[in-house]
């Protein structure tokens, strides 16, 4: 397909996202499954400007004086298609399936900068949402929110149980991949550029044979601080997929018994194969939902990782329809969980033990916010500063948090190149 007629099937899917409200990964299936003429290199273009549009759709609809699914499919091909802003406008000719001829206005839009746009629009943040990312980052504000605008990197964990760092890197080096800046267990495959596709990791032999897993660096790093070590009694309490959890596991060499929770039973079906690949042989995986069981262990845990609901405002990145779908209201929910899942890894961590409080959030309502509201309440726990944590679990020099804060870390693409995480190390008193 030409560069036109991918924009104009991009304004299809758009069209059905924004305005029929499809899911993209549901958009873009449709659309397929409608044109099966359209190749897969075509498929991943298409799904390449969907995703660039969205990541960057307020900033383009101020640039374009428009938000409609034509505006903003044109408006991210510069970008996504690493064309000059002429070769967009020659491409839309209304020829071979490609857009009807830009107007002057579209035409100017393409052309216009950022410089003069308010602070929120040059940060690609929702506007009722910049108040709290100028509190969270001060200065740095825009440039938090432009990183997370843009394309993510993948990266994976290598599983200790089964290779090495150098081993993985090895396997994966047609991919350009290379060691994670921080997690010494970490390997990365840089964000593609233009239509370059991106790798089907979970394709290749290393992934399959168990030797790493697709995780977030962000993520990689909130499991080593949670300092689960050999011979230990650990709790996974949100364990979702199970991606903690397998880390943990490595992190305990096999042995003590980490328990995996969550309460949505659907959530846990991909953690019994993934278990299986990696070789993990001390997870107990319990019933999901099942309360009662749970809380039946008691405190008896060396440490109780919460890797609590959140708005997910850290993986806008990967997740671009998210960021415009948040509402005021969802803060208020995530923040009543949050509230929740804390009070429940309370009554199961044991004295001594250490909670390990996560959320893949950049917001600090649902971060330090509900960090505050939970030590209110529990006094029997405080909070380890994180270069401490830092230097005993991964041995190097700690880098700095995003927000200035030096008791808990805030990761972000712009301050770190991870995705948006927060990670709170509380130990509870042994009295």
């Known amino acids: 397909m030409r560069p036109g007629a991918r924009i104009a099937a991009a304004i299809e899917v758009l069209e059905a996202i924004l305005n029929r409200h499809q899911p993209i990964a549901v958009a873009l299936s449709d659309w397929g499954k409608a044109h099966r003429f359209a190749g897969s ?15 960057r759709r307020s900033s383009i609809a101020w640039s374009m004086d428009a938000d409609t699914p034509r505006a903003l499919a044109i408006g991210a091909a510069p970008v996504a298609y690493r064309m000059d802003p002429a070769d967009v406008a020659n491409a839309c000719d209304g ?8 107007t002057a206005t579209e035409r100017a839009g393409l052309d216009r900068g950022l410089d003069s746009a308010p602070p929120h629009i040059r940060a690609d943040i929702p506007e009722w949402l910049w108040p709290r990312f100028e509190t969270a980052f001060g200065e740095s504000a825009v440039e938090q929110g432009r990183k997370l605008a843009e394309r993510a990197p993948a990266d994976l964990r290598v599983n200790a149980l089964k290779a090495t760092q150098e081993k993985v890197l090895k396997a994966l080096a047609e991919f350009g991949a290379e ?6 267990v970490g390997v990365r495959v840089p964000a593609p550029a233009g239509t370059a596709r991106t790798p089907n990791l979970e394709a290749e032999a290393a992934f399959q044979a168990g030797w790493c897993e697709i995780q977030d660096e962000g993520s990689q790093l909130a499991a080593l601080l949670a300092g689960a070590g050999p011979r230990m009694q650990v709790l996974d309490l949100c364990a979702g997929a199970g991606g903690k959890t397998l880390a ?12 995996a929770y969550d309460d949505d039973r659907n959530r846990l079906k991909p953690i019994f194969d993934r278990v299986k ?6 997870v107990q995986i319990l019933r999901g939902g099942d309360e009662k069981a749970l809380m039946a262990l008691g405190p008896k845990f060396d440490v109780v990782l919460v890797d609590a609901p959140c708005t997910g405002t850290g993986v806008w990145r990967r997740r671009p329809e998210s960021k415009w779908k948040l ?6 929910e995530r923040q009543a969980e949050q509230a929740a899942v804390l009070a429940t890894a309370r009554g199961l961590t044991k004295p001594g033990g250490r909670l390990v409080y996560v959320t893949c959030s950049v917001l600090p309502d649902e971060n330090v916010g509900s960090l505050q509201a939970f030590l209110a309440t529990a006094p029997e726990f405080a909070v380890i500063p994180y270069a401490k944590v830092w230097q005993e679990r991964i041995g190097t020099e700690p880098p700095a948090s995003a927000d200035g804060r030096y008791d808990t870390l805030q990761l972000t693409p712009a301050t770190h190149g ?14």
């Open 41 to 55: 290199g075509d498929r991943n273009a298409i799904g390449g400007l969907v995703y660039e549009a969205l990541r």
């Open 95 to 102: 020829s071979g399936h490609s857009p009807e001829p830009l």
């Open 179 to 184: 060691p994670c800046t921080y997690s010494p």
């Open 248 to 259: 943990l596991a490595a992190g305990m060499q096999n042995t003590g018994q980490i328990y």
């Open 277 to 282: 690949r990696a070789g993990v042989r001390n």
């Open 327 to 332: 509402k005021p209201r969802n803060i208020e």
């Open 418 to 431: 991870t995705d948006g995480f927060f990670v709170a190390v509380m130990e509870r008193s042994k009295d």
